[in-house]
Every structure is written in structure tokens, then in C-alpha cells.
């Protein structure tokens, strides 16, 4: 019998469905079920991974504990598993195709011709079976990325066929569908899914299970017509309906027993019901609010607030904590000057800074941070955003009116941003940064300690530059402390004002590690500070 389960997640009319969002859920009933879960995803894209993608193509580029810049998507498998995943987690076709090359150059084809099939198909199957021969899972749910007939796809769909032609006890397919509404005819329309799924099995892939995308309910009738026509079971042609949050699916697809049929589907033990009273009471908390407040969330990106979805969801997960209503407001930093900022944070009761990367948009933080500063609102700086407050400080605490970051300045006076050492002689773009977790010690009497609760935490990086410890005894005499280092290199990882109500940057990404099990609680504390201000 083969050690793991395999279920693959494919897509079909259009993108943007939700397979991650289905598949995580899927995942959330399973584990409540007690089988160990897991989920990976398979992006048709060239690029060896989504670090160098810009995040208007992309949105945000997920980073793992093990240093793995990955999709979007890995961010909300940890969100509903509570579990971290890894570079395993992850594949491109650019991974894939670099894997594949390499093989060649050194030889270990043998002298073969190198093609599709079956060297990419096998080098596919194989990275697909990574986490199911570790022995550490039950069941792995792959996500497919894009949709069924895309040019790109065809060897990821090619490969599901091929593992379930190998493995039919231990696999099975799921297909993600959109049943559209025709308002002028007032009804819902299957040609669409009969299509797919015609597309997907001409493929020589059969879906076990329909996954239906609809904005109204889906009768019997139709369910009837999806199963004969798309050659599935009746019960196994699932309503997914438009909800309120995506923290709303779980609960959904218990109501509609994915679960049961999945499980049924993998032979394994279907009986019984998944026991997510956890979830539900979160998503009660965060649906039945106390308190409400007002957050600006100054960055770069803000156009597709999926360049900042993990900063977003933590923010939902430490409002159900606080049983408050955080309203976020974008504010491009791109649009601040001294005035605007005025005029654009007058009224919030917190300010967040977010991360990025080059120049554009930074002097709109600066003032950001000046404000927030200066006018006692809790602030709390990520990745640039600390760095931001780091030299706003710099200007307009210590007097040094030119100092800068090194990445948007080279010529500053005063580089109290500066690279990492290591990174000076590094050429590549991609996967070369100060990527996953780190240490970081912490000292007593601090923001930092009091929110941890602990002496030493670890953190997840993605940067280039530092803090220029060559300022920091200036720093420190000013006001400015160092509450967070990296206890083997001496690098800054949190900065905080005393003197503040609360103003904390740090070097880190805490959003990565916050899930609706255990919110983060640097978040959980910002808005604590936050709800004490408006008060």
C-alpha cells in the first residue's frame, strides 16, 4: 500500500476560482479528522520561482521557514493547516525545466534525446511524490496552477494522468468549475463546466469530485445534469457559493461533505463528522466585532492589495483575537508629501509601514512614519518599514538631513541603511537575499519581550540591506533602542521608542507566521495598542 494519498486540484472556465482557497479548506476537514495533510503547488510560470516577479504581476511573493520564496498560495496553506511548508511545497515548470537541463549536462540521461515525455513528465512525477515518500503525510493535495487547456499546463496535467494510470487506489482529481448566471435569462448555465471537464478527460484525466464556483444556489436538477454529463457521482458535485470570507469555506464544504467524499474516494474511513468548533468560534469572533478601529496601511503596492495579503490576513486573525474590526485604509505612499500624510492619516488610530524594495514610494514613508512619530499613533514598521523609520529618525532625530539607505542613496553622508556584508558580491536576483528563519534575541523590559514572552524567537527575513550598526550607539543615546538582535551576526532586528505609546519596527516578516490558530502576536499587540489610542 502506497504511504501517502494523492489528490490533485485542477481548475477550469477561468482563473482566480479559488483552488487555493478550496484546497486549504479541504485540508483544514482532513486534519480535524486527525490525518496528517499537506498541500503543494505546481505554477505553470518559467521563473525558477516567484522571487523576481514584481508583485503587480503576482501579488505577494510568500516566503517559507526554510528560505523558499514561493506562491502566494503557500501563505494560505499555513493560514488554515497551522502547519509550515517548505520548498517542497512549491514547483515551477522553471524549476522543473532547470532540474531537467542540468540532468543533461552532466550526463545522467545517458545519451537519450531529452523530451517532454517522459523526462519532464517523470522529473514532474517525481517532485509531486517528495512529501508523500517523506512518511510525514497521510494525504497530499497538489494545486495545479492555471486552468485546463492552458499550453503551460499540459505536462502537470499530463503527469496527474500518468500517476493516476500508476497509483488508482491512491489517487484521485478534483475540479475547480465556474457555473455562471445569465441575468437575462434568470439562470445558472452548466455548458461552461461540461466544457472543462470535456477539455480535462480529452486529456485522458477523469475529475472524481466537482468543486462548483456559483453565485446562487445550485439544485438538485443541476446537480443531476453535472454527474451524468461530466460522468461523476451525484454527491460528489459540490456547491461552492460566493461567502462573506474565505474563513467561511471550511464550514461550507463540511455543509456540502467534501470531506466524506474525498475520503470515500481514497478509500479511507469517511464515517463520522469533522469537529471544527475551533474555526467556527474564530470565525464568530471575527464576524461578531466589540470594538472597531481605523489602520493606514502605507506601501507602494496598493493598487492589488494581494502584494500585502499576508500583512491583510493577519490583521483578520488578530481582530477575531480582540473581537475588533480593524478597518484597513491603502494609502499609496507614492501620493504622501508633509501635507498629504497630514491630511491622509489625520483620523487613524494606527499606522503600518509596509515592506518593499527600491525607491519609488519611499519619501511618502518617511512622512508616514514622521507622523506617526510625532503625533503618538501606534506604528509598527515591516522590512522597509522599519528601515523607513529607522531614517526618518536619522533626519529628524539625529539631524543627519541626508541620511539614507545605500539601496536608494549610494551617495549618502550617512548610510544608516547599508547591504549585508555578504550581499556585496552577489550578482543574481533570484533566491539570493537573506531568506527564512532566523534568531533573533530579545531584551527584557521591552515591547518586543512583553509581546513574545520569551528570550529568544525566530523570524522569517526576505532583504538585502541592514541597519549600519556604526550609528547605533547614536541611536540609542537619542531614544531610539535596539530591542531585537540577531545573536550570531549583531544585525538589528527590532527598533522601538520608549518614550511612544508603541513604535516598533523590525527587520522580519511577521505576517508569514501568522495563522488562524495561533495569530501572530506582534499583530495581536499592535492592535491592542491601537484600540487603547482610539480609546
Given at each position: 500500500m502506497s504511504s501517502a494519498k494523492y489528490v490533485f486540484v485542477t481548475g477550469g472556465v477561468t482563473s482566480s476560482l479559488g483552488k487555493g482557497i478550496i484546497s486549504a479548506s479541504l485540508a483544514t476537514l482532513l486534519q480535524s479528522r486527525g490525518h496528517r495533510v499537506t498541500i503543494q503547488k505546481f505554477d505553470p510560470y518559467l521563473n525558477v520561482d516567484?522571487?523576481?516577479?514584481?508583485?503587480?504581476?503576482?501579488?505577494?511573493?510568500?516566503?517559507?521557514?526554510?528560505?523558499?520564496e514561493t506562491d502566494l498560495d503557500l501563505g494560505h496553506y499555513e493560514r488554515f493547516m497551522n502547519h509550515p511548508t517548505s520548498q517542497a511545497n512549491n514547483v515551477t515548470t522553471g524549476s522543473v525545466y532547470q532540474s531537467v537541463i542540468q540532468k543533461e549536462r552532466r550526463g545522467d540521461f545517458l545519451g537519450k534525446t531529452v523530451q517532454v515525455i517522459p523526462h519532464i513528465t517523470n522529473e514532474i512525477k517525481e517532485r509531486m511524490q517528495i512529501l508523500g515518500n517523506s512518511g510525514d503525510y497521510d494525504v497530499i493535495i497538489t494545486e495545479l496552477g492555471g486552468t485546463v487547456g492552458d499550453i503551460e499546463s499540459?505536462?502537470?496535467?499530463?503527469?496527474?494522468?500518468?500517476?493516476?494510470?500508476?497509483?488508482?487506489?491512491?489517487?484521485?482529481?478534483?475540479?475547480?468549475?465556474?457555473?455562471?448566471?445569465?441575468?437575462?435569462?434568470?439562470?445558472?448555465?452548466?455548458?461552461?463546466?461540461?466544457?472543462?471537464?470535456?477539455?480535462?478527460?480529452?486529456?485522458?484525466?477523469?475529475?472524481?469530485?466537482?468543486?462548483?464556483?456559483?453565485?446562487?444556489?445550485?439544485?438538485?436538477?443541476?446537480?443531476?445534469?453535472?454527474?451524468?454529463?461530466?460522468?461523476?457521482?451525484?454527491?460528489a458535485v459540490i456547491q461552492s457559493i460566493d461567502a462573506e470570507t474565505i474563513y467561511d469555506v471550511p464550514k461550507l464544504m463540511k455543509e456540502e461533505q467534501l470531506d466524506k467524499v474525498v475520503l470515500k474516494n481514497l478509500g479511507l474511513n469517511h464515517t463520522g463528522e469533522a469537529d471544527i468548533t475551533r474555526w467556527e468560534e474564530f470565525v464568530f469572533n471575527l464576524k461578531n466585532p466589540k470594538n472597531e478601529i481605523d489602520i493606514a496601511l502605507v506601501g507602494k503596492y496598493v493598487e492589488l492589495k494581494d502584494s500585502y495579503k499576508s500583512i491583510s490576513e493577519a490583521f483578520i486573525h488578530a481582530s477575531a483575537t480582540s473581537r475588533c474590526k480593524v478597518n484597513?485604509?491603502?494609502?499609496?505612499?507614492?501620493?504622501?508629501?508633509?501635507?498629504?500624510?497630514?491630511?491622509?492619516?489625520?483620523?487613524?488610530?494606527?499606522?503600518?509601514?509596509?515592506?518593499?524594495?527600491?525607491?519609488?514610494?519611499?519619501?511618502?514613508?518617511?512622512?508616514?512614519?514622521?507622523?506617526?512619530?510625532?503625533?503618538?499613533i501606534p506604528f509598527l514598521g515591516i522590512c522597509l518599514g522599519m528601515q523607513a523609520s529607522v531614517i526618518e529618525y536619522a533626519r529628524n532625530v539625529l539631524n543627519h538631513q541626508d541620511a539614507h539607505s545605500a539601496e536608494m542613496n549610494p551617495d549618502s553622508s550617512h548610510p544608516v541603511i547599508d547591504i549585508m556584508e555578504e550581499q556585496k558580491k552577489i550578482t543574481d536576483m533570484g533566491g539570493t537575499m537573506r531568506l527564512g528563519a532566523c534568531a533573533c534575541e530579545l531584551k527584557k523590559g521591552t515591547i518586543a519581550h512583553a509581546v513574545y514572552g520569551a528570550d529568544l524567537i525566530s523570524e522569517r527575513h526576505r532583504h538585502r540591506y541592514e541597519f549600519n550598526n556604526a550609528y547605533l550607539a547614536q541611536y540609542e543615546e537619542a531614544g531610539m533602542k535596539?530591542?531585537?538582535?540577531?545573536?550570531?551576526?549583531?544585525?538589528?532586528?527590532?527598533?522601538?521608542?520608549?518614550?511612544?505609546?508603541?513604535?516598533?519596527?523590525?527587520?522580519?516578516?511577521?505576517?508569514?507566521?501568522?495563522?488562524?490558530?495561533?495569530?501572530?502576536?506582534?499583530?495581536?499587540?499592535?492592535?491592542?495598542?491601537?484600540?487603547?489610542n482610539k480609546a
Open positions: 516567484p522571487g523576481t516577479l514584481n508583485p503587480y504581476e503576482h501579488g505577494e511573493c510568500y516566503v517559507t521557514e526554510d528560505g523558499a499540459l505536462p502537470y496535467v499530463e503527469s496527474v494522468r500518468q500517476l493516476c494510470w500508476e497509483k488508482p487506489d491512491d489517487c484521485m482529481v478534483v475540479h475547480l468549475t465556474l457555473i455562471p448566471y445569465l441575468t437575462a435569462a434568470g439562470e445558472l448555465k452548466t455548458k461552461p463546466t461540461q466544457h472543462s471537464v470535456k477539455a480535462l478527460q480529452e486529456s485522458g484525466v477523469f475529475p472524481d469530485v466537482l468543486v462548483c464556483r456559483t453565485e446562487h444556489e445550485i439544485n438538485e436538477s443541476i446537480r443531476r445534469k453535472l454527474a451524468l454529463f461530466c460522468n461523476v457521482q451525484p454527491d484597513l485604509h491603502w494609502i499609496h505612499s507614492e501620493k504622501l508629501n508633509d501635507q498629504s500624510a497630514k491630511e491622509a492619516l489625520k483620523g487613524m488610530h494606527g499606522v503600518l509601514v509596509a515592506p518593499g524594495f527600491g525607491p519609488r514610494g519611499i519619501d511618502g514613508k518617511l512622512h508616514a512614519v514622521k507622523y506617526a512619530r510625532e503625533n503618538k535596539a530591542t531585537g538582535i540577531n545573536p550570531e551576526t549583531g544585525l538589528v532586528e527590532i527598533v522601538e521608542i520608549p518614550d511612544h505609546p508603541w513604535f516598533v519596527g523590525v527587520q522580519f516578516h511577521p505576517e508569514y507566521k501568522s495563522t488562524v490558530a495561533n495569530p501572530h502576536p506582534l499583530f495581536v499587540s499592535f492592535v491592542k495598542a491601537v484600540l487603547k
